[in-house]
């Protein structure tokens, strides 16, 4: 008798009897994540950047005041950590509620896993400070008349 080929089972049948459909499945949340996170930066650089930029008329009239432009800094750093604080804590309840949705879709790891929830947190926080200080840098070295002018 000749052998046949195994042309009744399927790769995909295979993957998924093997226990490699989890992994799959968890390689897959692993590339949206990754995608989600730039994505946020992305969005949290040009809300805080738009943010920063509409303050610039402000920042001329404090320079023109007479405050330095590291008084300047500091003030629109500690604004912008108190909005990213706040941000981060709400962030972080609600990644909470989702992963007890998704557990069963996770493989190899905890749905509370610390080090993932502070590295995203960590993340979104430097992109923030970057977001709040270039702009704000900007803005504290430029003339006081010409950001009177602005708009």
Do not use: H
């Not at 990213?84 to 879709?105: E, F, P, T």
């Amino acid at each position: 008798m000749r052998a046949s080929p195994r042309s009744d089972r399927n790769d995909e049948a295979d993957c998924f009897r093997f226990g490699w459909g989890a992994a799959f499945r968890t390689a897959v949340l692993l590339m949206f994540a990754i995608l989600a996170l730039f994505v946020a930066s992305i969005g949290l650089y040009g809300v805080m950047s738009y943010l920063m930029s509409q303050r610039t008329r402000e920042f001329g009239i404090r320079l023109a005041v007479g405050a330095s432009s590291g008084a300047l800094l500091r003030l629109v750093l500690g604004q912008a950590a108190k909005l990213v604080s706040i941000g981060i804590c709400l962030g972080l309840v609600g990644a909470m509620v989702v992963a007890r949705a998704i557990s069963s879709l996770l493989y190899g790891i905890s749905p509370f896993d610390t080090a993932t929830f502070a590295s995203v947190s960590l993340v979104l926080a430097v992109v923030a400070f970057l977001a709040s200080y270039i702009p704000a840098r900007r803005a504290a070295s430029i003339d006081p008349m010409v950001a009177l002018r602005y708009e």
